[in-house]
């Protein structure tokens, strides 16, 4: 095999593809670099708010932070957005920039949450004033959302779709008057703050019932009946 002629082709064909290869992927990570850099220009542009934890600047401050695991791991990604219809309207931006945190300050006009199905990447995500707000069924697909925020919901009869919520720990469904119906709740596990404040539309049986599921982990559970 040592004498084979045919073996110096073959290391040169495989270190080819090697090459070829190392290109394709470095090409890859440079358009996706280029490209959500500009997505983050074009959401400043439209005047939200946008934070990043960029591990170039940490390495500039510190060249240490290069070794250092958190400094590309553990970047913060948080996007802010004035109104609902901006989130809908710019949908596939919101995706570009795959924000970790979402937080919508005036939803009004948002029916549904469609904008952020799919957006793997929230753990955190705040809707305020979600008075047309009818359907949630796209939190479904948020597998890793751990604080969710839908205050101000009078057209939305339940929360059914958190079900497959398994890590939530931080619920805030303050003054959405429209809930009959929390049942949902029950097998959130990790669930240890729920704010229920002005959610007139459920009964005292419902509210008693959501609280005696969370204070299993010694929850942090707000009420008051209007």
């Given at each position: 095999m040592?004498?084979?002629?045919?073996?110096p082709r073959r290391k040169r064909h495989l270190l080819r593809w090697g090459i070829a290869f190392a290109v394709i992927v470095v090409g890859i990570g440079g358009w996706k670099a280029y490209d959500f850099s500009e997505a983050a220009k074009e959401a400043k542009a439209l005047g939200w708010g946008w934070q990043n934890d960029d591990p170039l600047v940490a390495i500039q401050a510190d060249w240490k932070a290069a070794f250092r695991k958190a400094t590309w791991l553990d970047r913060r990604r948080y996007l802010f957005i004035p109104k609902g219809g901006e989130l809908v309207r710019h949908r596939s931006l919101v995706h570009r920039l795959q924000p970790q945190q979402l937080w919508v300050y005036d939803a009004i006009g948002l029916t549904d949450l469609a904008a952020v199905d799919?957006?793997?990447s929230?753990?955190?995500l705040g809707l305020d004033r979600c008075e047309d707000l009818t359907n949630v069924d796209a939190l479904r697909s948020l597998h890793g959302l751990k604080r969710l925020g839908i205050t101000g919901a009078r057209k939305l009869p339940n929360v059914d779709p958190l079900k497959g919520l398994s890590r939530l720990e931080v619920l805030d469904l303050s003054g959405s008057t429209g809930l009959t119906s929390i049942d949902a709740l029950k097998i959130l596990t990790d669930l240890r703050e729920l704010?229920?404040?002005?959610c007139s539309g459920l009964s005292a049986g419902e509210i008693e019932t959501a609280m005696t599921a969370v204070s299993r982990v010694n929850a942090q559970v707000s009420q008051t009946m209007e």
């Amino acid at each position: 095999m040592e004498n084979d002629p045919r073996t110096p082709r073959r290391k040169r064909h495989l270190l080819r593809w090697g090459i070829a290869f190392a290109v394709i992927v470095v090409g890859i990570g440079g358009w996706k670099a280029y490209d959500f850099s500009e997505a983050a220009k074009e959401a400043k542009a439209l005047g939200w708010g946008w934070q990043n934890d960029d591990p170039l600047v940490a390495i500039q401050a510190d060249w240490k932070a290069a070794f250092r695991k958190a400094t590309w791991l553990d970047r913060r990604r948080y996007l802010f957005i004035p109104k609902g219809g901006e989130l809908v309207r710019h949908r596939s931006l919101v995706h570009r920039l795959q924000p970790q945190q979402l937080w919508v300050y005036d939803a009004i006009g948002l029916t549904d949450l469609a904008a952020v199905d799919g957006l793997s990447s929230l753990l955190a995500l705040g809707l305020d004033r979600c008075e047309d707000l009818t359907n949630v069924d796209a939190l479904r697909s948020l597998h890793g959302l751990k604080r969710l925020g839908i205050t101000g919901a009078r057209k939305l009869p339940n929360v059914d779709p958190l079900k497959g919520l398994s890590r939530l720990e931080v619920l805030d469904l303050s003054g959405s008057t429209g809930l009959t119906s929390i049942d949902a709740l029950k097998i959130l596990t990790d669930l240890r703050e729920l704010k229920l404040n002005g959610c007139s539309g459920l009964s005292a049986g419902e509210i008693e019932t959501a609280m005696t599921a969370v204070s299993r982990v010694n929850a942090q559970v707000s009420q008051t009946m209007e």
